[in-house]
């Protein structure tokens, strides 16, 4: 039936691509180039400007090529060209359209730099700029970053008026936090304290009751009465004093 041999043959053909996109996307995603975080940089006129690149590969590389291009509203050329042997090798050029243009690339310590730094900018200057690299262990997939640059006659100062403000209001409410919390821990501490001295006034003054009332277990002195002799009469009894004196007459208590 022509209608199944079609759908069989669509069939294939998905498998087909599947497969082939299975096994080229490891590739195509090892190569990576970067400019950085930032996608236009502003820099004065006549001054000099650093253009940053980056790249990495899981499968390493040989006799890597990379080159910078221009492009602007009217223009486009290649600034450098150069390659990178290998892993410990750092980058060489071959071709310079500039001679304001410095390839400050290196790749020691694995950071695979193919900057370039721009000298005595001119407004002519502004435009795209285009660090491409190309891998041949990678089947050639050629990878590219893009960065705009703007040549201005001068910086803008930034008003940072709102931002200090900001910064200001939240650092004295984190401030006054951390106070609040200092001061409730402090409280938490002086009743702590004032509690624990409270239990041992109670236990003292159990303590005192008990001895005046003499209850069991009081360690009060007991008065001792005073010995006398006997009683020879009603009112008085006979205490010796001294053993070489006569006896003196005290009453008996």
């Known amino acids: 039936m022509p209608g199944a041999r079609d759908q069989g043959a669509a069939r294939a053909r998905w498998l087909g691509i599947g497969l082939l996109g299975l096994f080229l996307l490891p590739v195509s995603l090892s190569l990576e180039v970067s400019v950085g975080k930032a996608t236009t940089i502003y820099a004065v006129?006549?001054?000099e400007i650093l253009l940053p690149c980056t790249f990495s590969?899981?499968?390493g590389f040989?006799?890597?090529h990379f080159w910078w291009s221009y492009n602007s509203s009217d223009t486009y050329k290649i600034l450098i060209d150069g390659t990178v042997k290998n892993e410990k090798s750092d980058p060489k050029v071959k071709l310079k359209d500039d001679d304001r243009i410095t390839l400050e690339g290196s790749t020691k310590e694995k950071m695979n730099n193919i900057s370039i730094s721009l000298k005595n900018l001119e407004f002519s200057d502004t435009g795209k700029y285009t660090c491409h690299v190309k891998n041949p262990k990678e089947n050639d997939f050629q990878h590219q970053?893009?960065?705009?640059?703007?040549?201005?006659?001068?910086?803008?100062e930034v008003d940072n008026t709102v931002t200090l403000i900001i910064l200001g209001v939240v650092g004295g409410v984190i401030g006054l936090?951390?106070?609040?919390?200092?001061?409730?821990?402090f409280i938490a501490f002086i009743i702590k304290k004032t509690q624990e001295k409270k239990k041992e006034c109670l236990v003292s003054s159990s303590g005192n009751d008990n001895t005046e009332n003499g209850l069991p277990g009081s360690k009060a002195k007991r008065?001792?009465?005073p010995k006398c002799e006997p009683c020879v009469g009603p009112s008085s009894c006979w205490e010796p004093h001294f053993p070489t004196m006569k006896p003196m007459l005290e009453p008996c208590p």
């Open 223 to 225: 008065k001792h009465q």
């Open 45 to 47: 006129n006549g001054t």
């Open 177 to 185: 936090l951390i106070f609040i919390l200092l001061v409730k821990k």
């Open 57 to 59: 590969s899981c499968f």
């Open 62 to 64: 040989e006799n890597l």
């Open 145 to 156: 970053a893009t960065i705009f640059l703007q040549v201005v006659d001068k910086l803008e």
